[in-house]
């Protein structure tokens, strides 16, 4: 039994969903992925809400014509504000985003009922992970930040560069302050990842670190096995790649997230603005 060897759409405004997608294919060896970066158009955590819907919009349209069996919103901005127009445009395609689980992860790794988030400006702005976190414990005290300039410098791939650990402590150090600072930070951005070195210097061992890409790989087998929509004869390390600028650079800047080499001949420029 082959089980339904179409493919997984996994989507994000760029490079970052690569750590998401690194999750998925980890977890699920025998599925097909097809990876999109809007990388045209990054960033999308400092554009309005509807913006980033008719994005992400356009963008599950490209995953369509590669008739995927369900669709990963590998980006916390456009989770944040699109997932339901998404679900409901799609449906009965199942579509995750990374939120959800996030909150879910960071949830059960408090033990002190203090979670701070880092995201995006938009992802903050929509205050997605404040209602996710809530909606499963009410008693949780939540502190956010918005930290933009951690997705340039993870772009540049500096991990642990000095202005990466000058920027943590710009935007972290306040957060920390204070008698019961929080004891878990969750990651909101696909981007932030890589950075985690740095972020680790500044709020020490004794804080929990999450990011979704666990929890959403989790989702996702939970949903393939649960629909019947699992494959068993795919091979989740020959993806295929869209961006919407230099497949070159996706290809260069890619591997840092997806943490190994990308072929540039698997990835393709595509158009989204017509669709
Ligand atoms: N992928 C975005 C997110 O996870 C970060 C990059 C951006 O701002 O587009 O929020």
Redesign the pocket.
């Known amino acids: 039994m082959q089980g339904d060897t179409r493919p997984i759409g996994v989507f994000?405004?760029?490079m970052?969903?690569l750590t998401v997608l690194r999750a998925l294919a980890a977890r699920l060896p025998h599925e097909r992925f097809v990876y999109l970066g809007d990388t045209a158009r990054?960033?999308?955590?400092?554009k309005s809400a509807d913006t980033v819907k008719a994005y992400a919009l356009q963008a599950t349209r490209l995953l369509l014509t590669e008739n995927v069996k369900l669709v990963v919103i590998a980006?916390?901005?456009?989770s944040a504000v699109a997932l339901k127009a998404l679900t409901e445009a799609l449906a009965p395609l199942p579509v995750i985003g990374v939120i959800e689980p996030g909150a879910r992860a960071s949830v059960a790794a408090t033990r002190n009922n203090a979670i701070a988030v880092i995201?995006?400006e938009?992802?903050v702005k929509g205050g997605a992970y404040a209602r996710a976190i809530a909606a499963l414990n009410g008693d949780i005290r939540i502190v956010q930040q918005p930290c933009?300039v951690f997705?340039a410098l993870a772009e540049e791939g500096w991990a642990d560069q000095p202005a990466t650990f000058a920027a943590a402590k710009h935007y972290l150090d306040p957060l920390f302050a204070g008698p019961s600072p929080p004891d878990t930070l969750v990651l909101?951005?696909?981007?932030f990842p890589v950075l985690a070195q740095s972020i680790r210097a500044i709020i020490g061992s004794g804080v929990a670190l999450v990011d979704s890409a666990e929890t959403t790989a989790a989702e996702v087998a939970e949903a393939l096995a649960g629909k019947g929509l699992a494959s068993n004869a795919g091979d989740a390390s020959s993806t295929r790649f869209f961006a919407t600028d230099s497949p070159e650079r996706f290809a260069r800047v890619g591997a840092i997230f997806l943490g190994r080499p990308i072929d540039v001949a698997t990835v393709e420029l595509v158009d989204l603005r017509a669709l």
């Open positions: 994000d405004s760029g970052g969903g990054l960033p999308y955590g400092t980006c916390n901005t456009a995201a995006t938009g992802t933009q997705v909101g951005c696909t981007h």
